[in-house]
């Protein structure tokens, strides 16, 4: 991309213990990005620790922001997570509040908010210093809550309408990086099954239109909107979520470059 707009791609994390598709995820997507995020126990179900993925990651020569979800967690866990990421050279994450389990329970002994204080206290002791971990907090497209502006780096939700995102940014009241969401649609039925559990995250009904008739509609208008916010220079870059379809969104974003 342009110089200083930077592309994060969310790896798909691995349900099981064999981490061959995430690195042939790092290899297909490193063609248009450089920065990999991997979430932590991805919509509810079990998976490699985001930490260890991360490490591989850095291993294979990428930038890797290993997310951290408080719903599974106590003070006890996220220490342990600081600790791990400290002896494996993961020095940036991102703090969210967790998806629902499948199991419908979660815990609430950790917030959003504890972690980042924990994060200052507890993690940057082992870091080698508060500059040396680089922390992040997640957003919606609502006005930012006054503990958030602690944070070194924003990434909003995902959005599908650039005006809204626009607006949003121009509102924000943040002095570090921000970066706008962006999902790829793989189906109408993906569309509408995510509508339905998420509802701020639904997809435009013309999308899905053009879904039906188009299998690669929900690539196209990713890549697109991509580069429409990066010509822009609104954001610092985008949060991409490709799913399933990263070869096909690597292709694309190669053509409009």
């Known amino acids: 991309m342009s110089a ?6 969310e790896i ?3 349900t099981e213990p064999d981490l061959r598709r995430v690195r042939h995820q790092i290899g297909v997507l490193s063609a248009v990005s450089s920065v990999f995020l991997i979430p932590d126990n991805h919509i509810g179900r079990a998976t490699v620790s985001s930490i260890a993925v991360a490490r591989e990651v850095l291993q294979m020569g990428g ?37 629902r ?7 609430d002994d950790l917030t959003v ?14 870091h080698g210093g508060r500059d040396a971990l680089r ?9 930012l809550a006054p503990w958030k502006r602690e944070a070194d780096f924003v990434v909003c939700q995902v959005g599908f309408d650039l005006e809204r995102l ?35 995250l639904a997809a435009p009904p013309w999308l899905l239109e053009r879904l039906d ?9 990713a890549c697109d909107l991509v580069c429409r916010l990066r010509d822009s220079t609104a954001f610092d870059g985008v949060h991409l979520i490709p799913v399933r379809r990263f070869r096909d969104v690597a292709r694309r974003l190669e053509v409009l470059l």
């Open 4 to 9: 200083g707009f930077e592309v994060i791609c």
């Open 12 to 14: 798909e994390p691995a």
């Open 63 to 99: 930038r890797a922001i290993a997310c951290l979800n408080a719903r599974d967690r106590n003070t006890l866990g996220f220490r342990r997570d600081l600790l791990t990421a400290a002896a494996y050279g993961v020095d940036e994450l991102l703090f969210v509040y967790g998806d």
């Open 101 to 107: 389990p499948e199991s419908g329970r979660r815990s």
């Open 113 to 126: 908010r504890a972690m980042l204080e924990e994060a200052r206290r507890f993690g940057a002791r082992h």
């Open 135 to 143: 922390v992040g907090v997640a957003s919606s497209l609502a006005p």
């Open 166 to 200: 626009l607006d949003w940014r121009a509102a924000l009241d943040f002095d570090g990086p921000v970066y706008a969401g962006v999902m790829v649609v793989g189906s109408a039925q993906m569309g509408a099954k995510l509508g339905a559990a998420i509802p701020e």
């Open 213 to 221: 008739a188009d299998e690669n509609a929900g690539v196209d208008f």
